[in-house]
């Protein structure tokens, strides 16, 4: 998990991660390979990535099921029905195979954000990015996607997130690290992190963050 104050640089981070930004210094080693070296097939490395946006960009004029089956068939190579039988294994995984023939507008945020999911975990990515996948959610609905997370994390996929959200980031992380500025200033695990850190910065913005829940 990766948490800082707004504008320190967590987001810019996830993009640099996955070459949507190209970095200006250093290297990214994924898969024991350095991404950011010149001739790296960037769609190749990007199919390994799902990642999840915070505003959670579904296609609105399709189904749920067809904004999951879209990158089978266009980049996995899918046929159509091989397409919707993963499509449908994934959905049932989150609680959403009664969504299935539903459009984006007809969901709530919990389940917009649900489905952004399942369409970037139907790619079988070998990381799985989130944005801040909580931030544009009320509390209950943000509760039900923190519930998702969480059993994804006790199923052992390997995540990166994004989050201000402490409640998210206890339940999900193996560890967090804390930036502020650009720059990684602490890493521990989310206990010592949140309750017993000297950094005067890090104390301030927990509790910044408990002040507004």
């Not at 981070?13 to 250093?26: A, D, E």
């Not at 950011?36 to 946006?53: L, S």
């Not at 994934?90 to 917009?112: C, D, F, N, T």
């Not at 990684?184 to 829940?213: N, P």
């Amino acid at each position: 998990v990766v948490m800082g104050t707004s504008g320190c640089g967590k987001s810019t981070l996830l993009r640099c991660l996955n070459l949507l930004l190209q970095p200006t210094s250093g290297q990214i080693i994924f898969k024991g390979e350095d991404i950011t070296r010149p001739g790296v097939d960037i769609r190749k490395v990007r199919e390994d990535i799902g990642f999840v946006f915070q505003h959670f960009a579904l296609y609105r004029h399709l189904t749920v099921e067809e904004n999951v089956t879209l990158g089978l068939r266009k980049l996995k190579k899918m046929k159509a029905k091989e397409a919707v039988q993963k499509a449908s294994h994934e959905l049932e995984r989150v609680g959403m195979i009664e969504h299935r023939g539903k459009y984006p507008a007809q969901l709530s945020g919990g389940q917009k954000q649900r489905a952004a999911i399942v369409r970037a975990l139907a790619m079988d990515p070998a990381v799985l990015f989130l944005d801040e996948p909580t931030s544009a959610l009320d509390p209950e609905m943000s509760r039900e996607v923190v519930t998702v997370i969480n059993k994804l994390f006790l199923e052992n996929v390997t995540m990166l997130c994004v989050t201000h959200d402490p409640f998210l980031a206890k339940y999900i992380s193996d560890s967090i690290i804390f930036m502020d500025e650009g720059m990684v200033v602490a890493e521990d695990i989310a206990e010592r992190l949140f309750y017993d850190h000297a950094d005067e910065r890090i104390k301030h913005f927990f509790m910044s963050v408990i002040d507004h829940r």
